[in-house]
């Protein structure tokens, strides 16, 4: 079955500092990999989107992610944190049916 | 500007209680899926629906049951609402596809005592 594995739950960066937020799915085909981002008293909102061609996909709000298949990664990055990117961060994958299944979740504390 | 509403955004219900929680989205998409997001566990989804009066069990349906009459709104309901049923549910929608974006409601924080 599929599944999605965020191995941080908790991250805390500097204002300005640069992000990698981890994500590794289980899927035996390739994966439908989306990142969500849902600031506090929110739904989610999607980030970005992969499910083929070039491995390293541009999203919004400066996001952008890189899928590895020999990794079975898909690692959410941005160059410069604003105080604005607090929020929680979830890794999702789709595959063989319409259904999103989500990993558990990254909060980000951003300090000044 | 695309929408999906979630008739409130905190409830606070009896044990035993009956409880409807009321999902509406104006995109005409065909899926919409009912979660439930718990700290430290994330996302988990409790139904789905693919079409008018269909649905399908996702992974924790027990003490959950769905409706969906028509194609815009998808109920979720506790028919005896427990208290380790308190929780922040999420309801969303999707037009068909595996690479389709969800499109999210601002969720119901719901609190059984």
């Known amino acids: 079955a599929q599944s999605v594995t965020q191995p941080d739950i908790h991250i805390t960066v500097s204002e300005g500092a640069s992000l990698e937020l981890r994500c590794n799915y289980s899927y035996g085909a390739t994966p439908y990999l989306f990142w969500y981002v849902q600031s506090p008293g929110q739904g989610l909102q999607l980030l970005l989107k992969?499910?083929?061609?070039?491995?390293l996909v541009q999203g919004i709000k400066g996001f952008e992610a890189e899928f590895k298949r020999s990794q079975s990664s898909f690692n959410l990055r941005k160059p410069s944190v604003h105080w604005s990117d607090a929020a929680e961060y979830f890794c999702?994958?789709?595959?063989?049916?319409?259904?999103?299944?989500f990993g558990t979740g990254t909060r980000l504390q951003v300090f000044p | 500007d695309v929408k999906v509403t979630q008739s409130s955004r905190y409830l606070v219900k009896r044990t035993g209680e009956k409880v409807f929680l009321e999902c509406v989205q104006d995109?005409?998409?065909?899926?919409m899926f009912w979660y439930r997001q718990d700290p430290g566990l994330g996302l988990r989804l409790i139904y789905f629906s693919y079409d008018v009066k269909m649905k399908e069990k996702g992974d924790i349906p027990e003490g959950y049951s769905v409706s969906r009459e028509k194609k815009e709104r998808f109920s979720l309901i506790l028919e005896s609402a427990s208290t380790n049923q308190t929780s922040m549910y999420l309801c969303?929608?999707?037009?068909?596809?595996?690479?389709?974006?969800?499109?999210f409601g601002q969720g119901t924080r719901l609190t059984v005592v």
């Open positions: 969303a929608s999707t037009s068909p596809g595996l690479n389709t974006e969800a499109f």
């Open positions: 995109m005409d998409h065909e899926n």
């Open positions: 999702a994958v789709a595959a063989g049916t319409d259904k999103l299944i």
């Open positions: 992969y499910f083929s061609g070039d491995t």
